[in-house]
């Protein structure tokens, strides 16, 4: 990074400069005298990157286990990922290095630890007794692939099945392969001239583990006999097999058949089956055989004391069934129950009271494993209802658009959150306690609140509490239900401008004190709500339609700028004099038949029920101009204690008030600057069909875009830098010359040179660099702000940054953050008495006042984060005097002003994958670290920094990634993340009772250190298998066992788990501490009582 000497850096940024440069100089120097007065706490090693916790759905599932003592699962994914969950809040994210699919995983029960099976054909043992789950050891297979695992209930010794057919036995503890080795020509019948197939299936007979029973794909079964080694029985079947499994006393087993057929067999019986059963087969008449259905995909056999045993299995619909849903098949006694699934089942497990195999199994629930969800279904319960999913697993209900993150937030707003959205609860779940309960809880070491926002391509916002690195949903708002929606294609306004999705969130302004927000969507509609307790009826839903052009060649004729008619004070409570809700066929084209004046959505002209939380005040809409499809919109921006809402697209500005319902402001960019304009801009040639330049796609106009960009709309103008920035040279001039307003921030700062106090303003930013600064001329508050007429005008102010303008913040003379002015929050749908009124005058904070002996000229700093660079301007001089060039060959995607340690930086991420920091105001580089190459837009759409070092991105279209760039938070990590493994004691055996112990029967048992060791099976080949020591090993600091928790997280998540309702914070904060600090003692106690010893235990 290069030094910059202050003295060096003068930059003439603005153009309606004329001061000479030596005055310049000579102020250049006086700030640089002044800044020495502001004191940088922060240093380089208050930095410290690292990932945090990973949320969300695990992205594209392939496995699923259970260990049924310590009540824990796991999920391996696709790509190689491994999430472990306990209770609510106890959640886990590993990876293994490979990337492999994980094909099966295998849990160690109930001694902390997972045995995962990948697609490149090695095992891997994970430490589950630390926070952060490791690998201890790794076997790698070079000769054969593997296709199947299974480890019996309390032994070391792993049966692995491959593709072609073999057996071979791995020691958990060692991770070293036995020499005994199962040959599939020794399995199968001699006699038989074709393979059987990879192996399907391994089990050991529940009541003898001496014999195992080995499934090939082919449709041969057979039951080994591990001492004599030799098959006992063969079972042929001419339908390839899915799956067995058996019945607890280990006299009959089940598989299940591509043919849809399920087949029970008589162990001793091995010539036929004792039953086959066709779950969906329509019975056909003549004693016929029934017509085939889809492969039984898996089976599952489990027995209850007191009734029928259930029989569960996933596929094996009839082929006429097209369009079906994906079921789970639940068959007991006579009744058979068929689950729909949203979602194809990857994989399911039924959940039972006993770990022992040869124990009635009694069944209490199902775990499902959907391709984007996990469901558990209640089996005591009739109907078997579902549980209510306490993970924060429905991220991706509908796919995510853009994100925003707060940390630090005001503490009433979750509570708050919390209580509109309980309301939203779906009924009918299952009135139990959800069952994955495994784990504790860490110590909680942050304290302050942290909201994440996510904006959804159905239109639809979500609210998560995010405090202290858990995530649970606050509230749901739908955006998309104030506009009438076409119940069919034809019925459809040719007016879309993206082929479907036409209500997706791009950009999302949130105010956390005033609980304003803002919404900009991809049919360039924008829609401001407010925060209300209180359910009202909307009877009219007010709106605004805004002409936003962009006209070179004639900007002088009155075309140049059509604002609609704007109403007087007097009618302002009905806006719908303005903008009609709807228009006849006639006026939505102009005379030469162009598309005209008409909006993309069409808003509802009924009245509209609000419930209690965000609603709707206000919606504008562009509309159509002679054939041009309206721009999406580019940037944002919502301000409380003015009532504004201003955003900009490529075509310009538009500026509305919110209380007065009219459009203050309404230019094309180029008009922005006036006769400063400091480009050459080319006439645009009148093209009739050309698509949008946001990316997405106009259907009517047949244009044709890459299919996921459709799909998939990306949030601002990051998108058109994207391409950009990677070519030196612009092909298109038009493109060149329609400067998109890229950043946009209320303020109250000085305007001019010549200002002697700050005033409220608006700065601009644009993708060619460039800042401009409106001055606001507001109304007084009270009644006086309804009636009187905001004033706005060009302050004439221009600065000049080189790439896009993404951030800008203001710091006042002691360096610390000016927030931007914001009301509090207050009931509007409850009346004011007469001392509200005269309380709830606007609140507009300025900037510290600096002392009287400092001169008034160095009042403020504006800090304005590029693509390319930072500058800090000294304000009302409006001279450069920090500048620092972050990125020469790439740009910055996302640049944000953040508090840390009592301080304020700048962060950025770079589209080089680059992490860094800067100090405020002098720039000084204090983070550079390489994190992650950009990949896709997904993550450049969602990346963004926080206060207290917080940031997040969506890794996968279902998971948020967090992480932390402050050395204290990675400090704290460790104890902050909660345990997977707690001492708990094995369940007793069951009884064998006295006659089976006296006549025999009962569970055999088996010396498999005998059998396998290497002293009876000798050596294993050194060519078959690579044993690779794992990293995994002590975890530098122990997090405390019992997990003594902090207010806020663990009382939520404990309320939560006991299904009451969190209304009101104040009111409930007793019991929620008296419940975690039992819990912590309860805890503490097991802890203390359980202390085993195991070999992996460090």
Not at 462 to 480: E, H, M, N, P, R
Not at 725 to 747: N, P
Not at 860 to 885: D, F, G, M, R, T
Request: proline fraction near 7%; charge should be neutral; glycine fraction near 6%.
């Amino acid at each position: 990074m290069r030094k910059f000497n202050i003295r060096k850096v003068l930059d003439g940024l603005t153009a309606v400069s004329s001061a000479a440069s030596a005055s310049s100089s000579s102020q250049q120097q006086q700030a640089g005298n002044r800044e020495s007065d502001i004191q940088e706490t922060l240093q380089s090693e208050h930095f410290q990157l690292c990932k945090t916790v990973r949320h969300g759905f695990p992205y594209q599932p392939s496995a699923l286990a259970f260990d049924p003592v310590q009540k824990i699962l796991a999920i391996g994914t696709q790509t190689g990922a491994l999430r472990l969950f306990g209770r609510p809040g106890v959640e886990c994210y590993c990876q293994h290095d490979s990337g492999a699919a994980v094909i099966q995983l295998q849990f160690l029960i109930n001694e902390g630890a997972l045995v995962s099976a990948l697609a490149d054909d090695t095992l891997h043992l994970w430490n589950l007794r630390q926070k952060r789950p490791a690998i201890l050891h790794s076997l790698k297979f070079n000769r054969e692939r593997i296709t199947f695992c299974h480890l019996p209930f309390q032994s070391k010794w792993l049966y692995v099945g491959t593709e072609r057919g073999n057996i071979h036995i791995v020691n958990v503890e060692s991770f070293t392969l036995s020499g005994y080795v199962i040959m599939w020509n020794k399995a199968i019948e001699l006699s038989s001239k074709s393979h059987p197939g990879p192996i399907v299936h391994i089990s050991d007979n529940p009541m003898d583990e001496g014999k195992l029973l080995i499934g090939f794909e082919s449709g041969t079964v057979v039951l080994w006999d591990l001492k004599s080694k030799k098959a006992d029985y063969r079972y042929t079947h001419d339908e390839a097999i899915h799956s067995v499994a058996w019945h607890h006393e280990g006299k009959q087993f089940i598989c299940s058949h591509s043919d849809g057929t399920l087949t029970i067999w008589n162990v001793k019986s091995p010539t036929k089956p004792f039953q086959t059963i066709t779950p969906h087969g329509k019975q056909l008449k003549d004693g016929k055989k029934p017509e085939p259905c889809k492969p039984i995909l898996k089976v599952e056999y489990k027995t209850t004391r007191a009734g029928e045993p259930f029989i569960i299995l996933s596929g094996g619909l009839s082929y006429d069934t097209v369009g079906r849903r994906p079921c789970l098949t639940v068959m007991h006694g006579k009744s058979t129950a068929v689950l729909e699934m949203d979602y194809s089942i990857v994989d399911f497990l039924t959940l039972c009271e006993t770990p022992y195999p040869n124990d009635f199994q009694e069944p209490y629930a199902v775990v499902v494993l959907l391709e984007k969800d996990l469901v558990l279904i209640d089996l005591a319960q009739n109907g078997y209802p579902i549980f209510e999913n306490p993970y924060p697993l429905t991220i991706h209900e509908s796919p995510v658009t853009c994100c925003e993150y707060f940390a630090d937030c005001p503490v009433d707003l979750i509570p708050a959150l919390y209580s509109v959205g309980a309301r939203q609860k779906r009924q009918g779940y299952s009135k139990k306690e959800w069952p994955i309960s495994g784990g504790n809880w860490g110590l909680i070491t942050q304290s302050y609140p942290e909201i994440i926002i996510t904006g959804h391509a159905d239109g639809s916002i979500k609210f998560w509490d995010a405090s202290a690195i858990t995530l649970q949903v606050l509230y749901k708002l739908k955006t998309a239900k104030v506009f009438e929606k076409s119940r069919n294609k034809d019925d459809r306004p040719n007016t879309d401008i993206v082929d479907e999705d036409p209500y997706a969130i791009q950009i999302i302004s949130w105010c956390p004190e005033s609980r304003m927000l803002c919404v900009a969507g991809v049919s360039a509609h924008v829609i401001i709500y407010r925060f209300s307790k209180q359910e009202v009826t909307t009877e009219v839903i007010p709106m605004l339609e805004v002409r936003l052009l962009y006209e070179i060649n004639d900007i002088e004729s009155p075309d140049g700028e059509q604002i609609p008619p704007l109403p007087t004070p007097g009618t302002s409570s009905n806006p719908q004099s303005i903008a009609p809700q709807s228009h006849p066929s006639t006026s939505s084209s102009s005379s030469d038949g162009l598309r005209d004046n008409v909006p993309c959505l069409k808003v509802k002209n009924s009245p509209l029920k609000q419930s209690p939380g965000y609603q709707i005040e206000l919606v504008i809409q562009l509309v159509w101009v002679s054939g041009e499809p309206p721009q999406q919109i580019t940037s944002l921006a919502v301000n409380s204690a003015y009532g504004l809402v201003v955003f900009g697209n490529c075509n310009g500005i538009a500026m509305v008030d919110y209380l007065q319902k009219t459009v203050l402001l309404n230019l094309g960019t180029i008009e922005l600057y006036g006769s400063n304009d400091p480009y050459r801009r080319e006439p645009r040639s009148p093209r009739k069909t050309r698509q949008p330049s946001g990316g997405l796609c106009d259907i009517n106009e047949g244009t044709v875009v890459p299919e996921d960009r459709c799909k998939s709309p990306t949030s601002d103008v990051k998108d058109n830098s994207f391409s950009r920035s990677r070519s030196s040279s612009v092909t298109s001039i038009d493109k060149e010359s329609r400067e998109a307003i890229s950043a946009l921030h209320f303020c109250e700062t000085f305007t001019r040179k010549a200002d002697t106090s700050p005033s409220p303003c608006l700065w601009v930013g644009t993708t060619l660099g460039t800042v401009l600064v409106i001055v606001l001329n507001l109304p007084p508050g009270g009644e006086q702000r309804l009636l009187q007429p905001v004033i706005v005008s060009p302050s004439g102010t221009i600065l000049r940054l080189k790439g896009a303008i993404l951030r800008m913040a203001f710091l006042d003379t002691t360096g610390s953050l000016v927030p931007p002015a914001h009301e509090p929050w207050r009931e509007h749908n409850v009346p004011e008495d007469k001392d509200e009124k005269e309380k709830s005058k606007k609140r507009r904070p300025v900037s510290v006042s600096p002392s009287s002996s400092q001169e008034i000229s160095e009042n403020q700093y504006a800090v304005i984060c590029s693509e390319k660079q930072a500058k800090v301007i000294s304000l009302p001089s409006q001279n450069c005097i920090y500048k620092h060039n972050i990125t020469e060959t790439s740009f910055v995607l996302r640049g944000d002003i953040v508090s840390l340690s009592n301080s304020i930086c700048l962060a950025c991420f770079c589209a080089n994958g680059h992490i860094m920091a800067f100090s405020l105001p002098s720039l000084r580089p204090l983070l550079d670290v390489y994190y992650l190459p950009l990949t896709n837009m997904r993550i450049a759409r969602t990346f963004c920094f926080t206060n207290n070092g917080q940031a997040l991105y969506l890794v996968s279209p279902t998971e948020i990634q967090r992480l932390t760039y402050s050395q204290e938070t990675c400090e704290n990590l460790q104890e902050m993340l909660g345990e997977l493994f707690t001492p708990v004691e094995t369940p007793e055996a069951p009884n064998r009772g006295f006659f089976k112990g006296l006549f025999g029967g009962g569970a055999q048992s088996l010396d498999r250190e005998e059998l396998f060791g290497e002293s009876a099976s000798g050596k294993a080949s050194r060519s078959l298998a690579q044993h690779i020591p794992g990293p995994g090993g002590i975890e530098g600091v122990k997090g405390a066992a019992s997990g003594v928790v902090g207010e806020l997280a663990r009382a939520r998540l404990a309320l939560d788990e006991r299904g009451q309702k969190l209304g009101e914070l104040e009111e409930k904060t007793a019991a929620m501490l008296y419940s975690a600090d039992s819990f912590s003692k309860h805890a503490h106690e097991m802890m203390l009582k359980y202390k085993d010893k195991k070999w992996y235990q460090f």
